[in-house]
C-alpha cells in the first residue's frame, strides 16, 4: 500500500494544454488524412480488439471524437480546460496525466467488456467523457465548495453536479435515450474515479463532496 501511495515529486507542467492539443490533431489528422482510417485504428471497436489484438484501442479511443460532430470534441475540451487545470494543479501534472490516462483506459476497458456481453461487438467507441467525467469528479473531491454555472445561469456547487450528471447518465441508460452516447463509459469514469481516490489517494469522495 506505501508503493500505490507513495506520491510524485510535484510538478505543474501545464499537462491539460498537451493532452487537448493532441486531441485536437487527432481530430485534424481525421479530417485531413482521408487515405489513413484514423477512426477504425484508433477508436475501440470490441470485434477488432478481440480478432486483431489491438488493446492500444482502449486508451487511444479517448482522443478519438467524430468528424462530423464538432460539438462533442468542443464541449470535452472546453471541459477538459476548465475543470483540468484546476485538478492539474491540486494533484500534479504526473499525477494528472497518470489519473486522466487510467480512468480513462479502465472505462474503456469496462466498456469492451459490457458491449461484448451484450453483444454490441461492431460499436465505434470514441470520446474523452470518460476521462473529463473523471476530471469533473475529481475537481468535486477537491473543491467541494466550488459553484458551477450551468449553462451561465444555474448555480450548483460541484457535488451536486456530479450526482445530477450521474443521475442523468443512469436514466438515459436504462431508458435507452441519447441516442449514440456512451452513457457506461461515462458512468465507468465516475466509477473508476472513485477507486482511484480511495487506492491512490486513501481519500472518501463521499466524505470529501460533503465536507463544509
Known amino acids: 500500500m506505501k508503493i500505490i501511495r507513495r506520491p510524485f515529486r510535484y510538478r505543474n507542467d501545464n499537462v491539460v494544454y498537451y493532452?487537448?492539443?493532441i486531441t485536437f490533431l487527432f481530430y485534424l489528422a481525421q479530417l485531413f488524412l482521408r487515405s489513413i482510417p484514423i477512426v477504425g485504428i484508433f477508436s475501440m471497436n470490441p470485434i477488432i480488439v478481440m480478432r486483431l489484438g489491438w488493446v492500444w484501442q482502449f486508451t487511444t479511443y479517448m482522443f478519438i471524437h467524430h468528424p462530423t460532430n464538432i460539438g462533442h470534441i468542443l464541449f470535452n475540451m472546453f471541459a477538459l480546460f476548465i475543470f483540468g487545470r484546476q485538478v492539474e494543479w491540486k494533484m500534479g501534472s504526473r499525477e494528472f496525466l497518470l489519473y486522466y490516462l487510467l480512468t480513462g483506459t479502465l472505462a474503456g476497458i469496462f466498456s469492451f467488456f459490457v458491449y461484448t456481453l451484450t453483444g454490441q461487438v461492431w460499436i465505434s467507441l470514441m470520446g474523452?467523457?470518460?476521462a473529463i467525467?473523471?476530471?469533473?469528479?475529481a475537481y468535486a473531491t477537491f473543491f467541494p465548495d466550488s459553484v458551477i454555472y450551468i449553462w451561465?445561469?444555474?448555480?450548483?456547487?460541484a457535488p451536486i453536479m456530479v450526482l445530477g450528471f450521474t443521475g442523468i447518465e443512469l436514466f438515459s441508460m436504462f431508458t435507452r435515450s441519447g441516442g449514440n452516447v456512451?452513457?457506461?463509459t461515462h458512468l465507468a469514469g465516475f466509477l473508476f474515479a472513485w477507486v482511484y481516490f480511495s487506492v491512490r489517494f486513501g481519500i472518501n469522495p463521499w466524505k470529501a463532496m460533503r465536507r463544509r
Not at 467525467?133 to 469528479?137: N, T
Open 19 to 21: 493532452l487537448i492539443g
Open 128 to 130: 474523452a467523457s470518460g
Open 133 to 137: 467525467f473523471a476530471v469533473q469528479f
Open 152 to 157: 451561465g445561469i444555474l448555480p450548483l456547487r
Open 182 to 184: 456512451a452513457h457506461i
